[in-house]
């Protein structure tokens, strides 16, 4: 736990720990797994989880590191579809803030994923809404109840993502969109869907990076700070 | 009017005119006015009305060259919203196709008007149906029974060009997306929406230069050549 | 058979089948294979048999997993160099539409198999005239003939994919041009032939997606729609 | 003031109004000027307030036609420096929540101050904090107290748009980053700062278009939807 | 007269200019106008006619400019619609090489003019064809006969640049190829065309830069040089 | 031997050959490898070679189709490091045009073997000078009078193409540049090298695809044909 | 002056001058002059003045505003032609570094201008070199000796940019490469001599943004800090 | 040792030495591995090696390649990961520069190690300071006594980029800012932190290629070549 005389960073050599975010930003350093060693990733781990008392994360962690980081340092959650190791995950209870994950598509459903587990590992109260693309647009208008009801909504699209689009001119809350890599051709790699999230006609829509369905969930934490901040009991 | 043996096209030194086209395309050379003089734009259309029978048509011409040309060569029509010039205009018949509009906000309005004003000279019962982008969904849904009169429909929208995958998901005719320069930043001069376009989850969509609303509404002329060929009296 | 009461759409958790399009649109929905493991395919296909009428599709799916959900669902037809595989397909009669496949060269002739294999699957009359690219123009000349006869052509041409000017200068009926991935450096994957078909010079044609043989078929399959209503019978 | 059978959209000939905006999303439709005539603008604006309750904004409007607005329509506040048209604007209460506007350079203030006016106009509390760019990092670690105490931080940012990454890192709650077409050669027009915001390698940032201070706004405003569904008497 | 023991530049402070290219390559250095003042043009080009015996050219030269430095120099020859001033123009006789330009459209002219007034001026026969763009092949066919006798063809197209294929293909000699800024959209200012120029498929056309109607020249100039040398009593 | 009444085009159903190209550009279309099975290759080439007095080339063949198609076909020249197979290579004699090609660094190696294999297949006279590139500038000039004995040069060159710059300014006959795909980041698989060289300051560089080697020896080729017709017993 | 208590920063309201920046690093911070009036600018100055010893500079100050901001502010120095404003320059003493400034043409010439008024307004000893670009290189080794006297050579280069190249070749100390925007089409505003420093293959050239003389002599400015630092005496 | 007379390349038919670049520059050529046998590097080495007094080096060479040059040529110092192969390495003294190599994340250390390794073997005092992203800016600052004893400092980032510019305004000396190609999506393999670090807002860094750590450390070596021609007894 990182007390007030605690030390803001932990040299381990090879990197240098940020051990100040926790009480900086109520959750810790999350640990980007691509380029690292299962060993470095395990000392990272170990160093956050004796430095903080919140959930501690790898993110898009293969197959075979996460089985290995996860047997060397017990405790994790494994959620495979999501690339995602988790210790000490928070449960959500009743004042959870609500966040609604939206895909357009099948295959948008790994980043979407990614969101969704992120966030409930966070302790957020989460809702998933797959293939539900603007060709066929009353599959989406037949779940705008349940859109309603949302706290915040991370809408994944690939191609033209045009859903952004459709869902923010449906809601009032806070939209993150962020688009996919689904597609081929000038869909290019999912530049087009993040470029026509950008220019939405929807007004308030805002965007991360093509397929970070892991930075949509930290956005969306982000706003639950906010939101719990100016509760009367927040 | 072209014959059998008639030349296939004149020699005016500054430019050779195809005065075949007609009998090819059922349609003579439009003259795109960019980078002509009135002078030169009416020796051309002279030519033009001289070899052929039908319409003749001069786009994206500015209102002064379009005064001088039209004084010079009577029965023009100018449609000047649509900076289109237009001699012996086709009339919609009973039998004529009809060619629905659809723009998504105001500031595509020019260029559905030269979609539209030039499928009227050609003959074709036009709908225009404006600002109707999907940030209010509810807005295209109320006019779903008029889009599905039509036989053919051009979709005109900027930013995020999300308008295309809508329509094209509620009818079952061929959908012809112009994309324009509507928007800033990441719209990028209309690039954005051609390619969000282009990649549409919609299947079928077939899509047109940005601004291009005069290839859209010759896009939908072949259509009508291609239906009326098969009609028993086509 | 989705009648008046049907539901419009069928939850299947990873997907949201939109049963309502060949209602709405004269073809179910059509499954595109990447990133769908071939129980997955089985279980959408198998939905889609239920719940309509026509012909049912997958596009771009490779032979192992095509001869997997071939294996599973019995009366498929698997067109391997077009990578489809189909159910229920219709036969041309004598009133079907002339969908002419025209390809610049011999490296094109994938997404040129797609094209015509998707049509024929629908029930249009095909005809595909291979490798008649610009650099030896007589070759197309020689074929104009058979060109003018069709009711819709679609052009497929990469690295400069001049091919589609200079078809759609020799017929009147639509022009809907496929750009491809052929060619090297400077031919950018195919978006060189891309702009260069959005940029023709020759007047009306339309454009669909790099590779993209789907799409021009779908679109061709459109105008057939339009056709089929303007008809006395239709 | 639109009740339960008032009417969705008003249609003017020139533009379908979304009168229902107001009760899905709490704002009213805002009229984005470029395009349109002062007189056009006029009509839209009379509508929206005949149909809604709360404000009513003109954006992106230049000094001549805010003038003939303003002088047609009594009530308006004209933000110059904001090129803002309101009418019945909010005033903060001690609820308000606060909305934090951090820019880079004096080069960013235009866009910074569009962020804070639409912001001020809707009811928050706003703070402005003006060049505090990277290369002299100081003075923003001067400020880091103020920055604490907002519920959600906008960045304007130019050049290589290094702010928002550095803000991110300083606060809990949601910084929505705004890269400005500030700079030259390299800065691309904004898009450079763009594509680094949308890699900054804090966590949860999120971004919105180009020079688009009224989205980053709207963006704060869609977080104050959210936070007040959440209070006991929200 | 350049001899063996003359300097290899003349340095006039603002310019350093290369009074040995003659002796090198046949032909001094060209003046290129934009950004220098006529009095430095006027400057350069004495220094160039007395270091020099053959032609001396000034190109991208705008009317006022020309005008005020012919004024100062007489002897000089303008071409206006080439932008073009020369001194001792070579006369073209019975040995001298045929250069054919060939341009697509009307809107391509000043480029082809350019190619054309720098070949007249370094004595070779030019021979222009106009306006035969593939919209209408049989344009081009026409003048087969002509194209055949050139030594040398600059196509020039704007567009999607698609007559430096058709023509490479009916000619043996060497074809190079000028892209032109004609056209909008997917264009890109002839982004498009020079792309689809070097990704041609007809074998052995060469590109120079966008609008450089010089280039071409310069580069059929190169070729004279080689044929020259090889003849008997070259 | 393609005589007058020779058909022009010869349809082998998954490819249409042109049997005409040696009459019309004195040499027969070259085989492009990629994409094809040796089956298909050696059909092409057996019509070819029955058609044709000249030479018969395939080229971007790799090492295992070549082996095959050579087996099947006697007489065939394998350059394995210019990836091209030839059958009946013309020989230099002493009216040869002399072709020079003159590489960068030993990356681009491959590149300028092909364009020399291909120039010697063609019976032209092929001088190589390899790694002179513009960091040690000696290397070049002391090669300056090997370079100004050549009738064409090829000049290869990744990276920042600075080469062809260099050595344009010292020869007075036709340069070719070829950009290579070598190098890394900025370099931009070859991009940076193709525009720098489209923009050189040496007047009259003339540029090809990227790698392509063959081009540019097919457009030296060009220049041999003009060069020849335009000899007394040419 | 500032001291060790002397505050870091000086909020002006529209500007926060770090006036700490002469301690950290040699020099005031620079002004730089677009989307500034010249009010603002003499604020910024005076401040500026106040609080260091040494020069202050305003970059990219147009003429007018020049004028103005001069008249306000006396003991200003007007170097009209490299945009620059400066008080209290530096002069160049026998200890001075050598800064070098080569530019390939005439149209590089203001770029070149503010490297070196910059250079010597900060006391440094500036050669200047214009018009040596790489088409006839041998104006470039004429001066190769005055090129070798250099501590450091900035070198301003548009179109293909070679001339960084060659010099580096040429020269053992550091080399700051300033791509301008001279050129047209394929130079793409400065782009493509961008790209050919970044990838030139004369090791150890650095590159700044294009058209940066004012970013090219700050580097070289820090050069001569670490140059002075490692001086006996220094 | 290269003397007066030596010669200044030598010819091994692959490649051609630059064997006089010592004299010259003060550092032998530096061999790139990429695409040559390690046969081929042996022979160069040697060359280089008999040719020059002082380090001979192999950039970018892998692990196998790297053993088997290493054996053949004994003496040989192999840093694995910077993929670096050294002879004769020069050792730090008193007098020696003070590289600093800092870089923002842990998926940077290998270019970073590339041109610390580089650096050590010319001779210079390298530190090397890791994983000080702006994300946690502290990390940074708490370093900045370190930052300012070096002579000059190389920065390694990639996504953003941002730590250029923030690094850049801590110390007065050269900043040499190296692009990586971590991330993924918009940071678009380099090209994003590329540009950002040329817009930065920090005055005077230069910056190289994507990944080179190689440039930047030859960039340092420069200013060693600089600063000891400026010492009394350099």
Redesign the interface.
């Known amino acids: 736990m990182a007390g007030g005389d605690a030390p803001?960073?932990v040299d381990l050599?090879?990197?240098?720990v940020?051990v100040?975010?926790e009480r900086?930003?109520?959750l810790a350093?999350?640990v980007?797994a691509?380029?690292?060693t299962p060993a470095?990733i395990g000392a990272i781990v170990t160093t956050l989880l004796a430095a903080h008392d919140g959930p501690v994360l790898v993110s898009r962690i293969e197959g075979d590191a996460a089985t290995e980081v996860a047997r060397a340092l017990p405790g994790a959650t494994h959620h495979a579809d999501a690339r995602l190791l988790a210790w000490r995950p928070r449960v959500a209870d009743e004042t959870a803030?609500r966040v609604t994950v939206v895909a357009?598509?099948?295959?948008d459903?790994p980043v979407a994923r990614e969101a969704a587990a992120v966030s409930g590992v966070l302790g957020h109260a989460v809702t998933e809404i797959?293939?539900?693309?603007?060709?066929?647009?009353?599959?989406l208008?037949?779940r705008v109840p349940r859109l309603q009801q949302a706290?915040?909504v991370v809408v994944v699209a690939g191609?033209?993502?045009?859903l952004?689009?459709?869902v923010?001119?449906?809601?009032?809350?806070?939209?993150?969109a962020v688009?996919t890599?689904?597609?081929?051709?000038?869909?290019?790699e999912?530049?087009?869907?993040?470029?026509?999230?950008?220019?939405?006609?929807?007004?308030?829509?805002?965007?991360?990076?093509?397929?970070?369905g892991?930075?949509a969930a930290?956005?969306a934490?982000?706003?639950t700070?906010?939101?719990r901040?100016?509760?009367?009991s927040g």
Do not use: W
Not at 159 to 162: D, I, P, T, V
């Open positions: 803001r960073s050599g090879f990197a240098v940020d100040d975010r900086r930003q109520g350093e999350v980007y691509p380029g690292k470095q803030i357009a598509g099948t295959s459903r797959h293939d539900v693309g603007v060709a066929g647009i009353h599959r208008l037949d706290d915040v191609m033209e993502g045009a952004a689009s459709a923010a001119g449906l809601v009032e809350v806070p939209v993150v688009p890599s689904t597609g081929y051709g000038a869909a290019f999912g530049v087009t869907a993040l470029l026509a999230m950008l220019s939405s006609c929807s007004a308030g829509v805002t965007v991360v990076n093509i397929d970070s892991f930075t930290l956005a934490h982000r706003l700070r906010a939101i901040r100016r509760r009367p």
